[in-house]
C-alpha cells in the first residue's frame, strides 16, 4: 500500500511534486515494479484525485478514494491500511501481509522491497520487519532539557561514564519499509508488533522528504544520480 493523501502541510502537494523530471509518487512506483515481487497487489490510497490520476499513470492501482475522515492529519497509518486491507479481502482475497511504502521516501531501492518480504517469509516468529537507519548516537550522548534549559542524561549518570566500546548504537524508524502480518495488523499490533525484524537501510535510502529542506537534499541526490 502506497499512501498519499492531498493534504501535506509541510511541503503542499509534494506526492506529484516532480522530483528530476517525474513526480515523487513515481519513484516508489518504479521501486515496486522493479521488485516483481509475486502474489502482490500494489494498491494507492489517497483522498485526491489528482494524485489517483497521477498514481495510475505510474503503474499503480487506485481501486477506491479514501474517506476525507482518513486522510487528515490525525489519521494513522494503521487506519488507513485497514481500510485499504478491508478492500483487498473483499475484492482480491486476504493477503498474507501488508506492505506500507510512503512516496515520501524516493531512495528506498527494488531491492529493500524484496528483502524485507524474504525476511518476514524466512523468520515465521516475527510479525513484522521494519527499515531502521542508525542515528550514530548512543544513550550515553542523548539528553533530556528541562525549562530552564538545564541537560539530565536520558540513562543516568553510569551511561556517561561507560565507554564508547561498550554501549550498542540505537536505531530508529526511517519511514521507508513497514511490513506487517495481516493477522498482527487486524490484533492492534500496528506497524510495530513486538519482535519485528529491523532490516538496516543507508542514510539515502532512509531519506524522508517532509520539508523543503529535505526536497533540496533530495534533489542533490538524484541530480548526483
Not at 506526492?15 to 515496486?32: H, Q, S, V
Not at 510512503?102 to 524484496?114: E, G, H, K, L
Request: hydrophobic fraction near 45%; glycine fraction near 8%; proline fraction near 6%.
Amino acid at each position: 500500500m502506497v499512501p498519499a493523501r492531498g493534504g501535506s502541510k509541510g511541503l503542499p502537494r509534494k506526492n506529484i511534486r516532480l522530483l528530476a523530471g517525474k513526480p515523487l509518487i513515481a519513484w516508489t512506483a518504479d521501486a515496486i515494479r522493479n521488485a516483481r515481487l509475486e502474489n502482490a497487489v500494489a494498491v494507492l490510497s489517497t483522498d485526491d484525485e489528482e494524485i489517483a490520476e497521477t498514481g495510475r499513470r505510474c503503474g499503480l492501482d487506485v481501486p477506491f478514494i479514501r474517506p476525507a475522515e482518513l486522510a487528515t492529519d490525525e489519521a494513522s497509518a494503521e487506519s488507513v491500511a485497514l481500510h485499504a486491507l478491508d478492500w483487498a479481502k473483499r475484492h482480491a482475497g486476504v493477503p498474507e501481509a501488508v506492505m506500507l511504502l510512503q512516496p515520501t521516501s524516493p531512495f528506498r531501492p527494488p531491492q529493500a522491497i524484496v528483502e524485507a518480504d524474504a525476511l518476514l517469509r524466512t523468520h515465521r516468529d516475527s510479525d513484522g520487519v521494519m527499515g531502521v537507519r542508525s542515528i550514530h548516537r548512543t544513550l550515553r550522548t542523548l539528553f533530556r532539557m528541562d525549562a530552564a534549559g538545564r541537560l539530565e542524561a536520558l540513562a543516568g549518570d553510569e551511561a556517561l561514564r561507560a565507554r564508547r566500546q561498550e554501549i550498542e548504537p540505537l536505531y530508529t524508524p526511517n519511514g521507508a519499509m513497514y511490513v506487517v502480518r495481516t493477522a498482527a495488523l487486524e490484533g492492534g499490533k500496528g506497524f510495530f508488533p513486538p519482535g519485528c525484524r529491523a532490516m538496516v537501510m543507508d542514510a539515502v535510502a532512509s531519506l524522508d522528504v517532509d520539508d523543503e529542506k529535505d526536497w533540496r537534499i533530495a534533489e542533490a541526490v538524484a541530480e548526483r544520480d
